[in-house]
């Protein structure tokens, strides 16, 4: 497994001109804040003071999403504290924070407070509801923003519930990845018309967009059967996961004729010669039981080295310790070692300006003393923001 060096000399990537100031939360601001920092972007995270540890932490963080940054640990609700913080985006170019609507502003450090200061900042706000509208100011998680927005009622088998896709599809495809997008796309406007802007990155508006290819085959009469059922959901069985004879699974995705003649060739299928055609939906429940007992009578393995190279289109399923050392993903480096810890790397890939892990993820207020003294604190400065509480 690739192994990347984890005391890089200075930011490598196509972002490495940026600068950007994260308040930490969970999940999907974290999930933007490094990718941006992936992409070589110098990112410093605001902690929370009361966040760091009595002990001195031994060893990097274990949390990988936090990687790529320092942290600075800061009590946001002392008047010093704030004006840190402040201080901090007089030189930055973008600002991340996830709390709910009208917490920064109430802490000073809001829209306005921030870009006063720097008229050409672009503020990025995640939320799950949005900063407007009747739902704005409750709580919530993926699962609820998913739900609200039909994407989760896709997800499952037919006749069974909806099964929640864990926390891919609203905090983090379409929350930290669409703020990561809206930061790149703002910044690039900023750099032009020197003037910053607020971006309201909300995960019903990210996971609706996600599902436009599913709406464009709703429009078209593709997608009409109810879930389960359709091309895509389970419904098809050449689009389908099927138990193998030692317990484990395969995936199958031969939608296309001659990648599925391929999968027939390869696995021996026999066709049922009075079915109708393989795309006509009501034969396709008696070919998911043929197909499924053609699959129990190989191992995973076995049927994953039957299809080799091939173009049959089936992958095994692979779990979170097995996928690390897959030859493809091995030989392109998708999980590469940083700190000691086996995590997925940057993505996506340059032809000139490589993104890289740039350090592992740190403990609250790591780097507090070094940071203060980049924005001009001295040792005594420093000591006196330690005694107030306003940092740690």
Known sequence: ????????????????????????????GPF?????????????????????????????????????????????????????????????????????????????????????????????????????????????????YIALTGALHAFGRAGEPPVPPMNLVGDFGGGGMMLAFGVVSAVLESRCSGVGQVIDAAMVDGASVLTTALHGLRNRGMWAAPRGENLLDTGAPFYEVYECADGKY???????????????????????????????????????????ALFRTRTRDEWAGLAGESNACLAPVLDWDEAPGHPHLAARGTYVEHAGVVQPAPSPRFSRTPGAIQRPAPHAGEHTDEILAELGFDASGTAALRRSGAVR
């Open 1 to 28: 497994m690739p192994h990347v060096h984890d005391d890089v000399t200075g930011p490598s990537g196509p972002l490495a001109s940026l600068r950007v100031i994260e308040l930490a939360g969970i999940g999907p």
């Open 32 to 144: 933007a804040a490094m990718m941006l920092a992936d992409m070589g972007a110098t990112v410093i995270r605001v902690d929370r003071a009361e966040h760091v540890r009595g002990d001195k932490p031994t060893g990097p963080h274990p949390d990988v999403l936090n990687r790529g940054r320092r942290s600075i640990a800061v009590d946001l609700k002392a008047p010093e504290g704030r004006d840190t913080v402040l201080a901090l985006v007089d030189g930055a170019d973008v600002l991340i924070e996830g709390f709910r609507p009208g917490v920064t502003e109430r802490l000073g450090v809001g829209p306005q407070d921030c870009l006063a200061r720097n008229p050409g900042l672009v503020y990025g706000r995640m939320t799950g509801w949005g900063q407007t509208g009747p739902l704005a100011d409750l709580a919530g998680h993926d699962i609820n």
């Open 250 to 292: 395969v995936a199958v995705g031969a939608i296309e004729p001659s990648f599925y003649a391929e999968l027939v060739r390869l696995t021996g299928f026999q066709e049922d010669p009075d079915a109708p055609d393989r795309m006509c939906r009501e034969g396709w429940a008696m070919a998911k039981k043929r197909w499924a």
